[in-house]
């Protein structure tokens, strides 16, 4: 990833197709070391612009609650509403907490029945577009990832030759 706090997405898409990831733990923020050991409890507080990816990932792994995000509700899109929404697309549940998520683990995505829309969130839709990546859909507005990275969809697109 270009930044760090694409980091979750590049470990989504890790996760989804079964690719093994290396993390130099040193370098990275503790949200991020605490979502890469699958910690039940994930504050946000600094961070907010990983709850879409890691929310996916705790769904499909431990499952958790996502603490100190509140103020992601002020982002691109309300990101706490905007996850869930996303969640739910791929057949996938959590609820929302007065400062973030709680969601179940062990779900299983699946594939979305209608167009994902991105809200003109570049992370949302970059999440979208790594679980359709596996399970398939149709996403709206994909080319507003290049607000963060612009080299994500060409990346993406190399994973399937």
């Known amino acids: 990833p270009t930044e760090d706090s694409l980091l979750p997405i590049a470990m989504l898409i890790s996760e989804l197709h079964g690719v093994r990831m290396e993390l130099e733990m040193g370098k990275i923020s503790s949200a991020i070391v605490s979502l890469a050991e699958q910690s039940t409890v994930l504050d946000l507080r600094d961070e907010s612009d990983l709850i879409c990816a890691a929310s996916v990932l705790m769904a499909i792994g431990k499952g958790g609650i996502i603490i100190g995000a509140s ?70 507005e994909p080319d507003i990832c290049a607000v963060s990275d612009p080299g994500f969809i060409p990346r993406l697109l190399e994973l399937r030759d």
């Open 71 to 140: 103020h992601a509700r002020g982002k691109e899109s309300d990101r706490i509403d905007s996850t869930l929404y996303l969640l739910r697309c791929f057949g996938m549940n959590a609820e929302s907490t007065q400062d973030g998520l709680e969601i179940p683990g062990g779900q299983k995505p699946k594939s979305p029945v209608s167009t994902i829309d991105t809200r003109r969130d570049h992370r949302l839709a970059m999440t979208a577009m790594a679980l359709a990546s596996k399970y398939g859909g149709v996403i709206s």
